[in-house]
Nanobody, 115 residues
Framework: QVQLVESGGGEVQTGGSLKLSCEISLPVFNINVPAWYRQPPGKQRELVAQFTSGGETRYADSVKGRFTIDRDYTNKQLYLKMNDLQPEDTAVYYC?????????WGQGTQVTVSS
């Protein structure tokens, strides 16, 4: 069983920054395509950023240039640095891991951006 625990959410004003963390119970190099998703109020969950199987990063068009995904092998952490936050970034943010063909999700962390 893989466990993921997100932290770092909160409420910020437009233009502010937050850094989300996801602690993973397995070494990060065992995780396939680690990713961050988000679910805005009343909408479906959507991909925000991920590492590809080749180790490259991919971002949703809406966050390119503002968000950065990163990982720390030593501390088994996945990060999402978010700058210039906008009200439309308000959502519950989830960490996702794929291990041996199974998908695991964290419990989510709320990010609220006020105008």
């Amino acid at each position: 069983q893989v466990q993921l625990v997100e932290s770092g959410g909160g409420e910020v004003q437009t233009g502010g920054s937050l850094k989300l963390s996801c602690e993973i119970s397995l070494p990060v190099f065992n995780i396939n395509v680690p990713a961050w998703y988000r679910q805005p109020p009343g909408k479906q969950r959507e991909l925000v950023a991920q590492f590809t199987s080749g180790g490259e990063t991919r971002y949703a068009d809406s966050v390119k240039g503002r968000f950065t995904i990163d990982r720390d092998y030593t501390n088994k952490q996945l990060y999402l640095k978010m700058n210039d936050l906008q009200p439309e970034d308000t959502a519950v943010y989830y960490c996702r891991a794929m291990v041996a063909g199974k998908t695991y999700w964290g419990q989510g962390t709320q990010v609220t951006v006020s105008s």
